[in-house]
């Protein structure tokens, strides 16, 4: 198992440090711009959107359009000036449909604006004869290479995360150095590294993981996680064989009141991950000055006694119902433990996906269904 995660493209691209200098050109077309529109979906945006909730100070806004309704997008571009707009495309392929429909849709956006958009405009993707890159080279877009061994759900370590990144203010170095780390404890550890533990109990369990982190700046992570585990493992092994797990998302404490009720007396059929952040920013209190029983046993204490104390009172009540379970503790969230994170849930759906004899880096069904969206569109 160990040889196999150690040889694939992913693992050899993070036996380098990181390298800021491929992006040089792009950084400097880009980075005047304040606002930047981001066009993708799936893991071309999960990622970097990822990325972004963790920036506390992020050196320009970004706006993420993953999907294709109108009425949304229309309204995240109200009132955006585009003269002060850059606009970054990522797509692996260059032939997903999402990504350019939202393309010609901003260009006609941008041309109405009397814009050039070659001047706002930086493409990732693969450097072959897709529609991306015919666009591109018509057009004398400046385009980054995509990793043509690392895609979707992947990407984030490779161009796909690192551009966005350095335009966010993130170091991206750390987050790197956070994704070798765990590499790095695999090898060292290798059967008794956690996480393969952990991988090794769902596989043979099959139960549905449970991402529940306490911090709005982890809800995102667990959007990519979900995305991570459902596409690589939902499918049929060479036998045919259909296998796969569930994925569910939940926020502390806000889902505490909207799931909490299913976890508790509902199937048992899950597992959870708590992640806890122990240094959250802190803001004072005043005393609303009430003589109430809901509100005495409050006063004085702040927003981050009670996230701890919601997140030790839920842990404990699944526990003692018996539920699996395992908290997870990092310090802040930083480039530095988002990437470790990221990267050991990478070794624990690689390590399910062997068990299970699935192929991680696939989607076949979804191809299915991109077909057939043309057809319909067309027929």
């Known amino acids: 198992m160990f040889e196999y ?9 993070l036996d380098s440090d990181f390298s800021p200098n491929i992006y040089k050109p792009a950084i400097s077309k880009i980075e005047k711009f304040p606002h930047i529109i981001h066009l993708g979906t799936g893991g071309s945006s999960l990622g970097p959107q990822a990325l972004y909730a963790i920036a506390n100070k992020p050196s320009k806004t970004f706006t993420f359009f993953d999907n294709i309704d109108p009425c949304g997008i229309i309204k995240r571009l109200h009132g955006v000036n585009f003269k002060e707009t850059g606009l970054l495309v990522a797509s692996k392929s260059g032939n997903t449909a999402e990504t350019l429909v939202q393309l010609a849709t901003l260009k006609k ?3 109405t604006n009397g814009l050039n958009l ?3 405009l ?7 004869d897709n529609a991306l890159h015919t666009f591109a080279k018509k057009n004398a877009i400046l385009t980054i290479s995509h990793h043509n061994q690392i895609g979707g759900r992947f990407a984030v370590f490779a161009e796909v995360g690192a551009l966005p990144g350095i335009l966010m203010g993130l170091d991206m170095s750390q987050f790197y150095k956070g994704a070798q780390s765990a590499i790095t404890s695999l090898k060292n550890e290798k059967e008794n590294y956690l996480p393969i533990n952990t991988a090794n109990y769902l596989a043979q369990s099959k139960l549905h993981p449970v991402i529940f982190p306490y911090s709005d700046k982890l809800k995102l992570f667990g959007a990519w996680f979900t995305q991570l585990w459902a596409e ?8 045919g064989e259909r296998y796969g797990s569930t994925p569910i998302q939940a926020l502390g404490a806000t889902d505490q009141h909207s799931q909490l009720q299913l976890y508790i007396d509902g199937p048992k059929d899950k597992f959870f991950t708590f992640l806890e952040v122990t240094n959250h920013e802190k803001l004072e209190v005043a005393d609303l000055e009430i003589d109430h029983p809901s509100y005495s046993q409050l006063r004085g204490h702040s927003l981050c006694a009670l996230l701890k104390a919601e997140l030790n009172a839920t842990y404990e009540t699944l526990k003692k119902h018996n539920l699996p379970l395992r908290l997870i503790t990092i310090p802040e969230v930083t480039p530095y433990y ?5 990267m050991n849930s990478v070794i624990e759906t690689l390590q399910v996906a062997k068990i299970w004899d699935v ?6 069904a979804v191809e299915e269904g991109k077909i057939l ?3 319909f569109l067309n027929g």
């Open 118 to 120: 070659q001047n706002h």
């Open 338 to 342: 988002l990437g470790q994170l990221m």
């Open 109 to 111: 956006i941008y041309e």
């Open 5 to 13: 995660i150690e040889s694939l493209p992913l693992v050899k691209y």
């Open 122 to 128: 930086v493409i990732i993707t693969q450097l072959d």
């Open 359 to 364: 192929n991680p880096f696939d989607q076949p």
């Open 232 to 239: 690589s493992l939902g499918k049929k092994n060479q036998k």
């Open 373 to 375: 969206a043309i057809k």
